[in-house]
T-cell receptor, first 115, second 112 residues
Framework: GAVVSQHPSWVICKSGTSVKIECRSLDFQATTMFWYRQFPKKSLMLMAT?????????EQGVEKDKFLINHASLTLSTLTVTSAHPEDSSFYIC???????????FGQGTRLTVV | ELKVEQNPLFLSMQEGKNYTIYCNYSTTSDRLYWYRQDPGKSLESLFV?????AVKQEGRLMASLDTKARLSTLHITAAVHDLSATYFC????????????FGKGTKLTVNP
């Protein structure tokens, strides 16, 4: 199957700093990627849809100024958590749909801990 | 708004037994997915179900889809400890948005 690589796999940062998470499609081009957030022992909640070359589409209740998404190329989307606070601590997962395939592939996830 | 209900949320079973996890969804769907998640890990794709009556099997797991009933099942046959994980179903709403709505997950524990 297609490979989606997410980096870093875990990060610890201080309150008030910003953290960037990268999501790369390694062997295919992804015009659309998705960013999810997962709280411990909970399901995945879609945060935003990342579109190559255009602005991301955010789900209701997600602060676009806090969670900056950039999709500068067909193989890379980034999520930047700005001015992070402890309540932003979570597991963030990206996914990409392969054009023409009926399947979504997920990155390894990033465990963010804000202290 | 599409809602996805999964049950049970917790399932503890003995090795060798059979059981079924259910996934109901509220509106017409294009696709339904089943994923496995191990603790601290991301999602592993198990099955993609595209049409009414679709049935797919891999090892001890078998998934089916009834689009008329808006129901998918994940059947576990002769469970083994290695199947212990959390299983999610996810539904893509009709219309090609490609967004997935996830169920709450079923935490499966298979006891020796």
């Amino acid at each position: 199957g297609a490979v989606v690589s997410q980096h870093p796999s875990w990060v610890i940062c201080k309150s008030g700093t910003s953290v960037k998470i990268e999501c790369r499609s390694l062997d295919f081009q992804a015009t659309t990627m998705f960013w999810y957030r997962q709280f411990p022992k909970k399901s995945l909640m879609l945060m935003a849809t990342s579109n190559e070359g255009s602005k991301a589409t955010y789900e209701q209740g997600v602060e676009k100024d806090k969670f900056l998404i950039n999709h500068a190329s067909l193989t890379l989307s980034t999520l930047t958590v700005t001015s992070a606070h402890p309540e932003d601590s979570s597991f963030y997962i990206c996914s990409a749909l392969v054009v023409g395939w009926a399947e979504a592939f997920f990155g390894q996830g990033t465990r963010l801990t804000v202290v | 708004e599409l809602k996805v209900e999964q049950n049970p949320l917790f399932l503890s079973m003995q090795e060798g037994k059979n059981y079924t996890i259910y996934c109901n969804y509220s509106t017409t769907s294009d696709r339904l997915y089943w994923y496995r998640q191990d603790p601290g890990k991301s999602l592993e794709s198990l099955f993609v179900l595209l049409s009414n009556g679709a049935v797919k099997q891999e090892g001890r797991l078998m998934a089916s889809l009834d689009t008329k009933a808006r129901l998918s099942t994940l059947h576990i046959t002769a469970a083994v400890h290695d199947l212990s994980a959390t299983y999610f179903c996810a539904v893509e709403p009709q219309g090609g948005s490609e967004k997935l709505v996830f169920g709450k997950g079923t935490k499966l524990t298979v006891n020796p």
